[in-house]
């Protein structure tokens, strides 16, 4: 072993830049791939610490095409009592909200804005809440809430946070417990949970307001549970006499917790999502990063083998056996490649403590994926082994006088392999430059398409605890000349993937429709054009029962009318074209605006949209609008954004996961041409006779590059050929997960050939230019 150790020792003296090149491209290769699959451990890994993750389920209504996540409260009672299979039942409210409160510390109020969540007291017999402080049914307490480990130590240290007081508005509210944080992939939020009240719409059929949850003793019975249901539910005296579950195209589907995160065709669904279309290429994109890698490895050792291979065949005539040379050879690619595996323990270090960290969305830490960096080590000493064997068999292949005589050349199976090695890096190059050029576009598709309203010059801010005249306020806010108009709104717009759902009576049919209730300006100063009917006004907020305006899309599935009324009540004064209300990931559905009358029950705006003039001085107008909203209550923080920011934010996921695609792609590529170089260097070396024979014999140096050149341009055209319907698979696979999406532009495809073929040939032309210029006599003798 001391001989080999130390004939490793020489090589890298006699080779650092091929070394180097190798253990940066291994270490690169396999930080990505630690990265990559960390961050698929944290999503297939979503809600599987749950103990019973394989036995809860989640109610999802069903009608003809159509599937939504709200429930009423009644229809759930009455399903989790219709079999003993169902151990534990709870709703929860779908949008995790903020709750605003402050604690009293030595006499001195201290204010917190926290996330907050309704659920029913059941919610944690359901899921696993690990309870470090308080009793496990802490919630069946009237007016007691449960808090994360971390909020505790934030508000009260190292005190004990049970029957300590939250001071807020609507009411003072007790710690009843305190539960260790949850991991960051679960659906179950790390917030203050507030029970819902005992009789909060629990015989409101009409109210599609709750997400619910259960859990059984046996997940076996899931198939059985709904026709179960449906013999012991009275669904005609709900739905009608004349109901039948069969005609109306209805039922329930019970989606396993861990299938929830893939789950994209649920409206109004707000839990954290991630695309299984998206997780592949992630992990394609690992798998092909480490094979680079390696072949360029391959590729690197075996270039060296015109400067070696003397040496090689020196020692075999001086008695080294063979068997010994080459697991010389093979020891020496596994030594790079583990010392380039803890290389890239270091770079992933590097990556988790750096800003490029937020585009995973898991705990970098290589400390809490012990098996991830174990298997890492495994893969790192295969590489070294399927690496070094080739190089170690074709180095050691020729009769020593030949080698010494330096009178060998390429077999027609070496260069048919090492055309399958680059070949291999080339589709691999051209598909991923394809799918990373048109993630980028669907992503700036998103960001840029029309919205169906004016968006350039809106800065939006949150005023839940801005309460008084609004009238007063507004007219403060206007008093700046740059600010042109206010309006206000109970949700954003376009920051969801979908809002309040409703199902209302409608000339004795029922409908489902998105419910966005704003001011009676919001249509005005958010530029949508009614299109039919009239647009809201003040009038309509002192009637008894308020006013609808419904986009296109309702009008036409439910053959809406003019002047009609919804639940006999409200009036539908209006249409509107489709405007994109939701995120592009999911179609234009039915919605409405609606403005509450005097005598609905409902929440006060949440929102104030502000319209700034354009060409006015936008900080002065944020510090006007901040100077303003202040006054009314100091204590609140406000969250004062551009409506681009909204949209950024809501498709950050995207963003995030295409910028580390795009990525790890770049560093794909970038291997694969360092590849290219390394056989390009092998071939020029070895055919350096053959270039000096042809100059003696008249060719050009110009001749001889452009023969170079062909023989790696007819390569390229076969591999694009191969690469082009494989990117077009993978990427309509990935867009499927959109409503809408951007078009498949020819113009990618010829954009990432030219890119391969300029970077190629560019490649090609140097290394011949050189080898070629140089003495042919020199090249002739010394090859």
């Known amino acids: 072993m001391k001989p080999i150790l130390l004939n490793f020792l020489s090589i890298i003296r006699r080779y650092k830049i091929a070394v180097i090149l190798n253990v940066m491209g291994l270490s690169v290769a396999f930080a990505a791939f630690i990265i990559i699959m960390i961050q698929l451990d944290y999503d297939y890994g979503f809600d599987k610490f749950h103990k019973n993750h394989d036995r809860i389920f989640r109610m999802e209504f069903s009608q003809k095409n159509s599937v939504q996540a709200v429930i009423p409260r009644p229809f759930a009672d009455c399903f989790f009592d219709s079999s003993p299979h169902i151990v534990a039942g709870a709703i929860a409210n779908p949008s995790t909200g903020k709750a605003f409160f402050h604690v009293v510390v030595n006499d001195v109020r201290i204010f917190f804005e926290e996330a907050s969540k309704r659920v029913s007291p059941e919610y944690t017999d359901v899921f696993t809440f690990d309870f470090v402080e308080g009793p496990d049914d802490a919630l069946k307490t009237p007016g007691n809430v449960i808090i994360p480990l971390s909020l505790s130590r934030k508000i009260f240290g190292n005190e004990s946070a049970v029957g300590k007081l939250l001071h807020s508005e609507p009411g003072n509210q007790t710690v009843g417990a305190v539960y260790r944080d949850f ?43 709904f026709e179960n249901f449906k013999r012991n539910f009275d669904a005609q005296a709900v739905f009608g006499q004349h109901f039948d579950w069969d005609e109306a195209g209805v039922g329930l589907r019970l989606t396993a917790l861990p299938a929830i995160h893939f789950v994209t065709d649920v409206k109004w669904d707000q839990t954290p999502k991630a695309s299984k279309q998206t997780l592949l290429i992630l992990l394609t994109i690992a798998l092909v990063v480490v094979a680079i890698a390696t072949i360029n490895f391959t590729n690197f050792s075996t270039a060296l083998t015109p400067m070696r291979v003397k040496n090689i065949n020196t020692q075999k005539v ?32 590097l990556f988790h403590h750096s800003p490029l960290s937020r585009l995973v969305d898991a705990d970098l830490s290589v400390a809490e994926h012990p098996l991830i ?58 598909t991923l430059i394809i799918v990373t050029c048109f993630m980028y576009l669907q992503n700036y598709f998103m ?88 647009d809201f006004r003040r009038e309509d907020m002192n009637t008894q029962h308020g006013a609808y305006i419904f986009n296109k899309t309702a009008q036409k599935m439910y053959g809406l009318e003019l002047n009609e009324k ?134 050009s140096i110009a001749g001889i590059i452009i023969m170079f050149n062909k023989v790696y341009m007819k390569l390229l055209l076969i591999c694009f050929a191969l690469a082009a319907p494989l990117a077009r698979y993978g990427v309509s ?40 210029n140089d003495n042919p006599v020199k090249s002739i003798k010394s090859d």
């Open 447 to 534: 960001q840029h398409s029309p919205l169906g309203y004016e968006k350039d010059t809106l800065v939006t801010v949150n005023i839940r605890r801005i309460e008084g005249n609004r009238d007063a306020y507004t007219n403060q806010l206007k008093a700046f000349s740059g600010i042109e108009d206010v309006t206000y709104s109970e949700y954003l717009l376009s920051s969801s993937d979908s809002y309040m759902g409703w199902r209302r009576g409608y000339n004795g049919d029922q409908i489902s429709f998105n419910c966005l209730p704003v001011n009676h300006t919001f249509l005005t100063v958010m530029g949508i054009e009614v299109a039919e009917g009239r």
């Open 733 to 772: 696979r990935w867009l499927s997960n959109f409503a809408y999406k951007t078009p498949m532009y020819w113009w990618v495809y010829l954009l990432a050939f030219a890119g391969v073929v300029i970077i190629t040939a560019s490649t090609v032309t140097f290394q011949n230019w050189r080898v070629a």
């Open 318 to 349: 001086l008695g080294a056996r063979r068997h010994t040379l080459r697991l010389s050879l093979i020891t020496e690619a596994v030594i790079i490649s583990i010392f380039s595996a803890i290389v890239a323990v270091l770079l992933v270090g």
């Open 566 to 699: 919804i639940d006999n009540q409200g009036d539908i004064i209006g249409f509107i074209p489709d405007v994109k209300f939701a995120s592009f990931r999911k179609s234009v559905e039915p919605m409405a605006f609606y403005v509450r009358g005097n005598g609905q029950l409902g929440h006060p705006p949440n929102f104030a949209s502000i319209k700034v003039k354009a060409g006015a001085d936008v900080r002065a107008a944020i510090a006007h609008i901040r100077l303003t909203l202040s006054a009314y209550d100091s204590e609140y923080p406000l969250e004062i954004r551009f409506f681009d920011e909204v949209l950024q934010r809501l498709y950050e996921k995207e963003t995030m996961l295409g910028t580390l695609i795009s990525l790890f792609s770049l560093l794909a590529i970038f291997i694969s041409i360092t590849g290219v170089f390394g056989l390009v260097v092998f071939d020029s070396e070895c055919r350096r006779k053959e270039i000096g024979i042809r100059k003696i014999l008249g060719a």
């Open 183 to 225: 991991p960051a992939n679960t659906i179950v939020n790390n917030c203050i949970y507030i029970p819902l009240l005992e009789n909060e719409n629990r015989q409101n059929w009409n109210s599609w307001d709750y997400h619910v949850y259960f859990r059984v003793n046996d997940s076996s019975c899931i198939p059985f549970l």
């Open 373 to 430: 960096v174990g298997g890492m080590a495994l893969i790192a000493l295969v590489t070294g082994v399927l690496a070094g064997l080739y190089p170690a068999f074709y180095m050691t292949s020729f009769a020593p006088a030949l080698a010494l005589k330096g009178s060998f050349g390429l077999s027609p199976k070496g260069r048919q392999l090492r055309n399958t090695l680059i070949g291999i890096q080339f589709i691999s190059s051209f």
